[in-house]
């Protein structure tokens, strides 16, 4: 993960933190959580999905999604997990710094990294506000009508979307299995405004 910090003087604990996470094949950067840093006037973290980027392990891309299905016996073996586990870690990096306020925690993801927001959310009272792009939950029906996940499971190796690796995925890692859990109402331009 990378961290920017707003440059200056201001008070202890008066910046909203804004943690981006990337779809399948990118990587977090440093530009784009000076960038996010610099726009908006917060405490930013651009994250790496476990292998991709300076991140450690092995990575799940468009051409062998393998680890991303890695479910059986226990979901906690998918990518999926892991990537949400690591953004779930880095809201605590995040609060962790002195200008950063503890309470107003932004998650922003595209694609695979939009998945994984919208299931941090549904889990983590931490979180106040989340924009997903390019993404959705559902992810059986979505499979089904030809999404980019039915390509995803093709390459990794043999598995049908009727398979358990798969069957369990969507049960346990669709963003609709949190939506009543999803938390909102954070207005990061009336804090800012405030700022």
């Known amino acids: 993960a990378f961290v920017a910090v707003p440059p200056g003087v201001y008070p202890r604990r008066s910046k909203p933190i804004v943690i981006t996470v990337h779809g399948l094949g990118a990587r977090g950067t440093p530009e784009s959580a000076a960038e996010i840093c610099r726009n908006l006037d917060v405490v930013a973290v651009a994250l790496s999905a476990p292998g991709m980027g300076a991140s450690e392990g092995e990575g799940v891309t468009a051409e062998d999604a393998r680890l991303l299905f890695a479910t059986v016996p226990d979901v906690r073996g998918s990518c999926l997990y ?73 390459s990794a190796g043999g598995l049908s979307p009727e398979g358990p690796e798969v069957r369990a995925l969507f049960r346990g890692l669709d963003p609709l299995a949190f939506a009543e859990r999803q938390r909102g109402g954070y207005d990061l331009n009336r804090r800012l405004a405030d700022v």
């Open 82 to 154: 892991a990537y949400t586990f690591a953004l779930l870690r880095s809201i605590t990096l995040a609060q962790q710094q002195p200008e950063a306020d503890p309470e107003a925690v932004v998650l922003t993801g595209n694609s695979i990294g939009g998945i994984a927001v919208l299931v941090a959310n549904g889990v983590d009272d931490r979180i106040r506000g989340v924009l997903a792009v390019s993404t959705s939950g559902a992810l059986a029906s979505a499979t089904a009508a030809g999404s980019w996940l039915q390509r995803l499971i093709r």
